[in-house]
T-cell receptor, first 108, second 114 residues
Framework: EDQVTQSPEALRLQEGESSSLNCSYT??????LFWYRQDPGKGPEFLFT???AGEEKEKERLKATLTKKESFLHITAPKPEDSATYLC?????????FGAGTTVTVRA | GAGVSQSPSNKVTEKGKDVELRCDPI?????LYWYRQSLGQGLEFLIY????????KSGLPSDRFSAERTGGSVSTLTIQRTQQEDSAVYLC????????????FGPGTRLTVL
């Protein structure tokens, strides 16, 4: 059974204070690792898909990286609008198996 | 273009009643998924539709849950004889294909069973 563990559960940052979120996973055959952002009361918003170890993707202040056992989401110089819950999910066929998420709060 | 839409956004029902939740996927997306997000738990897969193939119902928690997809587009998730443990946010997602393609989520339906 696929397993996804995210850490930390919560992260409080000062505006401009860069940090990283971790997603550790076990999956029989990785078809993709997905990062989503979820704001309160809304559905998850797609950010990135990573397919193979060594791959990196960037979007504004976010950068996702992938190894054979984990993925990192780096937040560079965060702003208050980056506050959200970040979800990691793995796909070994078509369905996604999600981690519990990391809730990021960025203070001005 | 329009994203995934779901209705209603909120549903409050009494224990034992039946409810229907609707999902309109992104136009052209052949794959459609239902997930459930309960307080304190992660997103949980429920069911998957791909084109005209038989759906994967392996995530449905009980036989009170069923779903259909008409004409390869709109989907309805039905919960019969609702129980309090069914209270959750029900999320629908669609994608261009199945494996390896990004899934785009709707805003969800928050179901509260009293």
């Amino acid at each position: 059974e696929d397993q996804v563990t995210q850490s930390p559960e919560a992260l409080r940052l000062q505006e401009g204070e860069s940090s990283s979120l971790n997603c550790s996973y076990t999956v029989s055959g990785l078809r993709g690792l997905f990062w989503y952002r979820q704001d309160p009361g809304k559905g998850p918003e797609f950010l990135f898909t990573l397919y193979s170890a060594g791959e990196e993707k960037e979007k504004e202040r976010l950068k996702a990286t992938l190894t054979k056992k984990e993925s990192f989401l780096h937040i560079t110089a965060p702003k208050p609008e980056d506050s959200a819950t970040y979800l990691c999910a793995v796909q070994d066929d078509y369905k996604l198996s999600f981690g519990a998420g990391t809730t990021v709060t960025v203070r001005a | 273009g329009a994203g995934v839409s779901q209705s209603p956004s909120n549903k409050v029902t009494e224990k034992g009643k039946d409810v229907e939740l609707r999902c309109d996927p992104i136009s052209g997306h052949t794959a459609l998924y239902w997930y459930r997000q309960s307080l304190g738990q992660g997103l949980e897969f429920l069911i998957y539709f791909q084109g005209n193939s038989a759906p994967d119902k392996s995530g449905l928690p009980s036989d009170r849950f069923s779903a259909e997809r008409t004409g390869g587009s709109v989907s309805t998730l039905t919960i019969q004889r609702t129980q309090q443990e069914d209270s959750a946010v029900y999320l629908c997602a669609s994608s261009l294909g199945g494996s390896g393609t990004g899934q785009f989520f709707g805003p969800g339906t928050r179901l509260t069973v009293l």
